[in-house]
């Protein structure tokens, strides 16, 4: 059987109800935070809730508390009888009438599922969209929110071109991460990500790397990633190497993955 944590209590899953009426179903109004847990406990969890913080502040919507989160995922794994798990975090904004504006008292809902996975290291090969740019302007580029349809389409769009992610370019033609993960290339100058400056989302991964100083901030095209020594995709849950970009062979630095690799396993 398997079980979830929804606003306040563990229940089966298919005993779980949402109301028809949640904007977090009708209109994707709300955020999310996929994470990791090892030994029973949230892997970089002031991270995730500074995300997530972050992203409530844009969009005015109450949120659980790192204790509440916390206390959640250790109620969820006991249940699931889960170590080393995939957790995701949802939060809709609960029920409201019809119409876009939201409800002036908000009362949201807040999902927790747990799934077994461990951090992973892959090969992948990737296309750049031709359908989706990332909004560098915009102030959702900086939030995880639960309307994920451009990603959906670019994903679709890699798979009919048989690849297993896509790179999304801003709206200036600048390199700004993929469908799920930041984007790491190794250059003549070291390991470098784009900014979120330039539509890069605020990843835990990409935190934790910058502030080991194993990667830096620097703008990039899509000429760049042709001419570097590996190209790499990271998130909280995965190091992916590509191997292959629109069609072309990336040459891939194993001593770079390695050391990305070890910083990433690395748990605080």
């Not at 959640?72 to 876009?100: E, F, M, N």
């Not at 790491?184 to 400056?197: C, D, E, I, R, S």
């Not at 899509?222 to 001419?227: F, N, T």
């Not at 909280?236 to 970009?245: E, F, G, H, T, Y």
């Amino acid at each position: 059987m398997t079980f979830v944590w929804l606003d306040g209590a563990v229940c089966a899953q298919d005993e779980a109800r949402i109301s028809p009426a949640d904007r977090g179903f009708t209109l994707g109004d709300g955020l999310f935070e996929t994470m990791r847990a090892v030994d029973g406990q949230i892997v970089n969890l002031p991270r995730h809730m500074a995300r997530l913080e972050a992203g409530g502040k844009v969009l005015d919507l109450p949120l659980p508390t790192a204790d509440t989160v916390r206390d959640a995922a250790q109620s969820l794994l006991t249940v699931c009888g889960l170590d080393d798990a995939v957790l995701r975090l949802s939060v809709a904004r609960g029920q409201g009438p019809r119409g876009v504006l939201p409800p002036t008292h908000a009362h949201p809902t807040v999902l927790l599922t747990a799934v077994p996975g461990a951090f992973s290291v892959s090969h992948v090969k990737v296309v750049t969209s031709r359908l989706i740019r990332r909004d560098e302007q915009s102030p959702l580029s900086y939030i995880k929110s639960l309307n994920y349809l451009p990603g959906i389409l670019a994903r679709q769009e890699a798979q009919r071109a048989g690849a297993q992610d896509a790179l999304l370019l801003n709206t200036q033609g600048r390199v700004a991460e993929s469908t799920i993960s930041n984007l790491l290339v190794a250059t003549q100058n070291g390991v470098v990500t784009p900014p979120v400056a330039d539509g890069a989302l605020a990843g835990t991964a990409r935190q934790i790397l910058l502030e080991r100083n194993l990667v830096r901030e620097a703008t990039l095209s899509p000429a760049d990633l042709h001419e570097a020594r590996g190209v790499w995709l990271v998130n909280s849950l995965s190091l992916r190497v590509v191997q292959m970009l629109d069609g072309h062979e990336l040459p891939e630095d194993a001593p770079t993955t390695s050391l990305l690799e070890r910083g990433l396993r690395q748990i605080e």
